[in-house]
């Protein structure tokens, strides 16, 4: 009586796996699964998802992928219409803030080399104030008064620094 009952189950199992179900036969389909999924969303390979037997997981695999090259190409051009071709409501959102902040990124970086290339045509220190940032703001005092330094060969002009060590490397520029 056990044996027709094993069979049973056996053909069962056997239909179960052979049937084209969406999910993994076996544990170790699902663990490979996994780690192709990984593989797969880390390095942006689509033709690595097509591995994949489960059918949920293979279908997240290509959407992740598909949604993270839209993100990175909306970033490259710096174009948050890009990100409408994001699928994902979630991945879009996420995809317009990171534009967003690459957009104030690049428009901060050039104001601040505006305002030094300012500081530097006029030679006046003081618009380097502008900069927020208290190293760039330094960074932008060294560059206008090395200038002045070198031209007068007088190192006390690089005391309006701020910072000691560009205060002593400016003077060791006008020095030479």
Do not use: H, W
Not at 14 to 20: I, K, L, Q, R, V
Not at 87 to 99: G, I, L, N, T
Not at 144 to 164: F, H, M, N, R, Y
């Amino acid at each position: 009586m056990k044996k027709p009952f094993a069979l049973f189950l056996l053909a069962g199992l056997t239909f179960t796996a052979c049937s084209g179900s969406s999910t993994p036969a076996k544990p170790s389909d699902q663990l490979l699964d996994s780690n192709i999924y990984t593989e797969a969303t880390s390095g942006l390979n689509l033709d690595r998802c097509k591995d994949i037997l489960d059918a949920k997981l293979k279908s997240s695999c290509t959407q992740v992928i598909n949604d993270q090259k839209a993100t990175n190409d909306a970033i490259a051009a710096l174009d948050k219409s890009k990100c409408s071709k994001v699928s994902d409501e979630r991945y879009r959102a996420e995809c317009e803030k990171q534009v967003n902040t690459k957009v104030e990124a690049k428009n901060a970086e050039a104001k601040r080399t505006s305002i030094e290339q300012s500081a530097q045509n006029s030679g006046d220190v003081s618009v380097c104030d502008q900069i927020a940032d208290s190293n760039q703001k330094s960074t932008c005092k060294y560059n206008v008064l090395v200038a002045k330094a070198i031209a007068k060969k007088d190192p006390s002009v690089c005391e309006g620094i701020g910072l000691q060590i560009l205060v002593d490397q400016c003077k060791e520029s006008a020095k030479k």
